[in-house]
């Protein structure tokens, strides 16, 4: 019997990078799992990757209609939840903030805050006592980083919604937390900048965490299940998976 037998598990943006780890690492240990994302090729590769006990559901973390969806099927495929992972968001404009558009900044603040905020609300009534909430945040959420100001304030609402929320859902005993990772060889980098710009990235990171390497999704996943399962005399928190980039 796996670690994780008969445990339900939602984790949205679960069709690749550190989501879909998670998704892999909670399936291999006997949970059943219901993964989000955008892009139907994305979500088939993951399921077929995952097998018979992953559902894979294309949903926008944007749209509240999507997420009111996203909540009819998750009662329908599970009943009752025992682990929300709230690992949908991206970068989704950068650059100088004098070159920002309305658009770029709106697109950001409604994946990495908006969204996160109304999944849980919807999802929230579905879960059982005593479950959890893990929340992907970033170390762009206390560090001042040029070029990514609205993916920071994004995170950063995240990060204050973890505390909020943690206080508001404790009659429930849902612990709510956020795992906040630092820099992580998951494919995020080639996704949000240009071919030209990735290896001057990825080396500009490696020389600023002190321990010269980029992390891997399996070490974030690893404090994701932690959070989720194992800290049961822990809510409102943040645990930083960095290298030590913001303690050293």
């Known amino acids: 019997m796996g670690r994780y037998e008969s445990k339900k598990?939602?984790?949205?943006?679960?069709?690749?990078?550190?989501?879909?780890?998670?998704?892999?690492?909670?399936?291999?240990?006997g949970a059943r799992v219901l993964i989000t994302?955008?892009?139907?090729?994305?979500?088939?590769?993951?399921?077929?990757?995952?097998?018979?006990?992953?559902?894979?559901?294309?949903?926008?973390?944007t749209s509240l209609s999507d997420i009111e969806a996203l909540a009819d099927r998750v009662k329908t495929e599970f009943g009752t939840v025992d682990v929300l992972?709230?690992?949908?968001?991206?970068?989704?404009?950068?650059?100088?903030?004098?070159?920002?558009?309305e658009e770029m900044y709106d697109q950001n603040l409604m994946v990495n805050a908006k969204?996160?905020?109304?999944?849980?609300?919807?999802?929230?009534?579905?879960?059982?006592?005593?479950?959890?909430?893990?929340?992907?945040t970033t170390i762009a959420n206390?560090?001042?980083?040029?070029?990514?100001?609205?993916?920071?304030?994004?995170?950063?609402?995240?990060?204050s919604m973890t505390r909020s929320l943690a206080r508001e859902l404790l009659p429930r005993k849902i612990r709510v937390n956020a795992v906040s990772?630092?820099?992580?060889?998951?494919?995020?980098?080639?996704?949000?900048?240009p071919p030209e710009m990735v290896d001057q990235a990825v080396?500009?990171?490696?020389?600023?965490?002190?321990?010269?390497?980029?992390?891997?999704?399996a070490e974030v996943v690893k404090a994701m299940l932690f959070l989720a399962f194992d800290a049961t005399y822990t809510t409102g928190a943040e645990l930083v998976v960095d290298g030590g980039t913001t303690q050293l």
Do not use: H
């Open 9 to 29: 598990v939602v984790i949205t943006g679960g069709s690749s990078g550190i989501g879909l780890a998670a998704a892999q690492s909670l399936v291999d240990e």
């Open 37 to 61: 994302g955008r892009t139907k090729e994305t979500l088939d590769a993951a399921a077929e990757q995952l097998g018979e006990n992953a559902v894979a559901v294309r949903s926008d973390a």
């Open 85 to 101: 992972i709230g690992n949908a968001g991206g970068n989704n404009g950068y650059g100088p903030f004098e070159t920002i558009t």
């Open 115 to 136: 969204g996160p905020y109304f999944t849980i609300q919807k999802l929230a009534p579905l879960m059982a006592d005593g479950s959890g909430i893990v929340l992907t």
């Open 142 to 159: 206390s560090l001042g980083l040029p070029m990514f100001s609205t993916y920071a304030a994004g995170k950063a609402a995240l990060r």
């Open 181 to 193: 990772p630092g820099a992580i060889d998951s494919g995020a980098l080639e996704r949000a900048l």
């Open 203 to 217: 080396a500009q990171f490696i020389a600023t965490t002190p321990m010269q390497r980029l992390g891997t999704p």
